[in-house]
């Protein structure tokens, strides 16, 4: 990213080309500060009204800018000196205004998508125009990684002198107060078109016209000091160098759709997690990593001792690991993972409440018997035929709710009354598939569990 007031010196402006699009000529302007570039496209029509801006708010000369022409305007030879006048136009008023770019002439240079203070100053006018509206809404905000960067950068920066950062609406200070007020914090390679937003694609492609890659960003979150919910979509959690004044208030962690691999990638992003604290919170902390890359759970996870929900939906888990590091672990999300057995997970889950293993390749439940405390279980979209599987979870004594659709079990006949049998006097009371059974339902469940109760006692007599 561009900073100007203090790259200047290596700055360059050309008009490399011109083009023809629907009957009208466009001027390709690239600006480059140091090692950034970026393009942007230009008609006369826009110099034009720059150069009235500039002649009315600065008084430069009118005659800067090199003349209009109405007959002969399409001329091959014409359209090639008119490029070179703009060019010169551009690089004479960028000496002017060595020190200073005004507003307008940022504007159209786009100075304000690239660099660090101009864009700032647009961030700036919106918190102070809107920003009390936009904090009505949960106290949630969403950042591209761009914008992240150049709040981050800007506090690292020796403060601009006064005309640069043109006090007033355009003051650093507004975006300050905003990020200090926010609880939440959401972070995308880029805003707009929330589909490639989100996409861990995103994160290697260039931002606008520019040669500037999301990836390549990392910045420390300290702005945002009173934050309690941090959301990373398709951002890789090592752009993160330091989120150390977070830590007293950080109680939920959301990382989806990027390519980590493991759990530490997210907990040790940062130094100051290799201290081995994340969340300081006693009683709540969080942590969701959604469509991502996830093939173990690692040793990390006793970073977050107090960790009460766990959401690891849709990574690329076939079995768990270290969760009895988590004695407060009472949720856990599982779904649309790539797990076929679940043995013994009793030693690694023994408080647990909530368990979700919708969309697995689960055919035999019997390795959760004996989570005791489990309330709710969402088993849908497995392979489980067996309706004997029922009996691994009818034994739960605080069991609640089930969910077993989309398994080749929810095709048999009477499926609902046959899996509510299994229950016996507590048939009445379980959610299947998020409904109670009718009273027909229940009275078949009740004639079946009889059955089945009688076909017990006689083969353990035989």
């Known amino acids: 990213m561009s900073c100007y007031f203090r790259q200047n010196s290596d700055t360059e402006i050309a008009i490399p080309r011109y083009f023809e699009s629907s009957g009208v000529t466009y001027y390709t302007v690239r600006v480059r500060v140091v090692q950034v570039e970026w393009l942007v496209e ?3 029509k826009d110099f034009d009204e720059l150069n009235e801006k500039l002649v009315e708010e600065i008084a430069i000369s009118k005659k800067l800018l090199p003349p209009k ?8 030879s014409f359209l090639e000196e008119r490029r070179q006048k703009l060019e010169k136009y551009l690089r004479e008023l960028m000496v002017f205004f060595r020190i200073q770019i005004p507003r307008a002439l940022a504007e159209f240079l786009e100075f304000n998508k690239y660099d660090i203070i101009y864009l700032l100053q647009d961030l700036a006018t919106l918190f102070i125009e809107s920003g009390e509206a936009l904090l009505s809404n949960r106290k949630q905000f969403h950042f591209s990684a761009l914008q992240v960067y150049a709040i981050s950068e800007r506090l690292n920066l020796p403060c601009p002198p006064e005309n640069i950062e043109n006090r007033g609406k355009f003051d650093f200070s507004h975006v300050l107060d905003f990020c200090t007020q926010l609880e939440i914090l959401k972070v995308t390679p880029v805003k707009g078109h929330d589909s490639f937003a989100s996409d861990y694609n995103a994160v290697d492609v260039p931002i606008g016209s520019s040669n500037i890659i999301p990836k390549k960003l990392k910045f420390n979150l300290n702005a945002f000091r009173n ?9 890789p959690p090592e752009n993160i160098l330091d989120i150390g004044l977070l830590k007293p208030n950080l109680q939920k962690i959301c990382v989806h759709n990027t390519t980590t691999t493991s759990i530490n990638q997210i907990l040790l992003c940062d130094n100051v997690h290799k201290e081995n604290v994340i969340v300081n919170s006693p009683t709540k902390a969080d942590i969701a990593v959604q469509g991502n890359l996830l093939t173990q759970i690692d040793e990390s996870v006793r970073l977050v001792p107090q960790l009460r929900t766990l959401v690891l939906e849709q990574n690329r888990l076939k079995n768990i690991r270290n969760l009895a590091e988590l004695p407060h672990l009472q949720t856990l999300t599982l779904s649309v993972n790539l797990i076929s057995d679940c043995i013994n997970w009793h030693l690694e889950l023994g408080n647990l409440i909530t368990l979700n293993l919708a969309q697995n390749k689960l055919k035999s439940v019997k390795g959760l018997r004996k989570l005791l405390s489990l309330v709710n279980l969402d088993l849908s979209c497995n392979l ?30 009477d499926y609902r009354s046959r899996v509510l049998a299994r229950f016996h006097d507590r048939a009445s009371e379980i959610f299947l598939d998020s409904e109670k059974g009718t009273h027909k339902e229940l009275d078949t469940a009740l004639v079946l569990s009889a059955l089945h109760v009688s076909f017990l006692r006689k083969k353990s007599q035989q």
């Not at 934050?227 to 951002?235: D, E, P, R, S, W």
């Not at 309706?387 to 605080?398: R, T």
């Open 227 to 235: 934050i309690h919910t941090l959301k990373f979509y398709a951002l």
């Open 384 to 413: 489980i035929e067996d309706i004997e599987e029922v009996d691994n979870i009818a034994c739960l004594p605080l069991l609640e709710t089930l969910r077993l659709t989309g398994n080749p079990l929810a095709s048999i006949v």
């Open 69 to 76: 022409k109405i007959v002969g305007n399409k001329n091959p």
């Open 42 to 44: 230009r008609r006369y």
